[in-house]
């Protein structure tokens, strides 16, 4: 067994290697993660750790740079994601040892925390990582009418008003990912599975509030949202509009949002995420990671997962 970073243009033998993870909607690995290697500008294949059997890769860890805003200010993050080995050759410790290795790599390169999104709780706390959030919002709309349904976004004029209102809104929920213009199209390529629906709000072309949804896991989600300030309601009705009769949100953050939803009726049910994310100090201390990232603050945008 063999294990080492990616070497440019095996590509391939990574996708051969995901296209043994099944999908609910019935696709392969393949089209799932082709992305995270073709449309990410981050992706290099030295962020891509395997394990090589019989010259063939047989694991996979993949680490993406990101950075997020904290309650500490911005700080550099190892997200993990792509985690798989195929079946013949699990339960033999090869994930784990990449994942060390991965540890390693993060902390040669200077960034501050790791950060992924897992059902396997206790494989990854032995590894570091503790959890920070194991719940998500069910919306259920029930009849209130609403007008304000918004359009579509569309060129960069709107991208610009939006990126405008997220870096705003955004600064407030420590964990969402700083975006630049190469952070924003990196987003809107890969949210999506395998689309999204982009809706903006407010008079004439002004944009005043935002809402990415797609289905995700069998499900119609709310990807992120924002809005100016004093514009909750415009945010309100944009997402009642467009709820679907249901549709599942990440932990609000939002208590102003949240009572201008329940004004309009709306019911909001809190409940046990299928995942959780959870967080690893690299090259902070465990203590400046709780206070950078304070389980009770923490906001992740699905736009931007991995």
Same mark, same amino acid.
């Given at each position: 067994?063999?294990?080492?970073?990616?070497?440019?243009?095996?590509?391939?033998?990574?996708?051969?290697?995901?296209?043994?993870?099944?999908?609910?909607?019935?696709?392969?690995?393949?089209?799932?993660?082709?992305?995270?290697?073709?449309?990410?500008?981050?992706? =290099?294949?030295?962020?891509?750790?395997?394990?090589?059997? *019989?010259?063939?890769?047989?694991?996979?860890?993949?680490?993406?740079?990101?950075?997020?805003?904290?309650?500490?200010?911005?700080?550099?993050?190892?997200?993990?994601?792509?985690?798989?080995?195929?079946?013949?050759?699990?339960?033999?410790?090869? &994930?784990?040892?990449?994942?060390?290795?991965?540890?390693?790599?993060?902390?040669?390169?200077?960034? %501050?925390?790791?950060?992924?999104?897992?059902?396997?709780?206790?494989?990854?706390?032995?590894?570091?990582?503790?959890?920070?959030?194991?719940?998500?919002?069910?919306?259920?709309?029930?009849?209130?009418?609403?007008?304000?349904?918004?359009?579509?976004?569309?060129?960069? =004029?709107?991208?610009?008003?939006?990126?405008?209102?997220?870096?705003?809104?955004?600064? =407030?929920?420590?964990?969402?990912?700083?975006?630049?213009?190469?952070?924003?199209?990196?987003?809107?390529?890969? &949210?999506?599975?395998?689309?999204?629906?982009?809706?903006?709000?407010?008079?004439?072309?002004?944009?005043?509030?935002?809402?990415?949804?797609?289905?995700?896991?069998?499900?119609?989600? %709310?990807?992120?949202?924002?809005?100016?300030?004093?514009?909750? %309601?415009?945010? *309100?009705?944009?997402?009642?509009?467009?709820?679907?009769?249901?549709?599942?949100?990440?932990?609000?953050?939002?208590?102003?949002?949240?009572?201008?939803?329940? &004004?309009?009726?709306?019911?909001?049910?809190?409940?046990?995420?299928?995942?959780?994310?959870?967080?690893?100090?690299?090259?902070?201390?465990?203590?400046?990671?709780?206070?950078?990232?304070?389980?009770?603050?923490?906001?992740?945008?699905? *736009?931007?997962?991995?």
């Amino acid at each position: 067994m063999h294990l080492r970073e990616l070497e440019p243009g095996e590509e391939p033998l990574l996708l051969d290697l995901l296209d043994g993870w099944p999908f609910r909607d019935g696709r392969r690995g393949r089209e799932v993660f082709r992305r995270y290697l073709e449309d990410d500008p981050a992706y =290099q294949p030295a962020n891509v750790l395997v394990a090589e059997h *019989a010259r063939r890769l047989v694991s996979g860890v993949q680490i993406f740079p990101r950075t997020l805003r904290t309650a500490r200010g911005e700080a550099s993050c190892g997200g993990i994601g792509s985690v798989f080995t195929a079946p013949e050759h699990r339960h033999r410790g090869i &994930a784990s040892e990449l994942l060390r290795r991965a540890i390693q790599a993060m902390e040669e390169r200077g960034m %501050a925390l790791s950060l992924l999104l897992a059902a396997r709780i206790r494989w990854y706390s032995a590894l570091g990582w503790r959890e920070l959030s194991s719940t998500e919002v069910l919306l259920e709309p029930t009849g209130t009418e609403i007008t304000a349904s918004g359009r579509v976004l569309t060129g960069e =004029q709107d991208l610009e008003q939006v990126a405008a209102i997220a870096a705003v809104y955004g600064a =407030q929920r420590a964990g969402s990912v700083a975006r630049d213009h190469a952070g924003w199209e990196t987003s809107l390529r890969l &949210a999506g599975d395998p689309d999204e629906t982009f809706l903006v709000s407010g008079p004439g072309r002004t944009i005043d509030a935002y809402l990415r949804l797609a289905q995700l896991d069998g499900a119609w989600r %709310a990807l992120e949202w924002g809005c100016v300030p004093q514009r909750r %309601a415009l945010l *309100a009705e944009l997402l009642l509009a467009n709820a679907r009769e249901r549709v599942v949100l990440p932990p609000l953050r939002d208590d102003e949002l949240e009572s201008e939803l329940r &004004a309009r009726r709306a019911r909001l049910h809190r409940r046990p995420a299928g995942a959780s994310w959870m967080v690893r100090p690299l090259t902070m201390s465990e203590t400046e990671v709780a206070a950078a990232l304070p389980a009770d603050r923490f906001s992740f945008w699905p *736009a931007d997962r991995f």
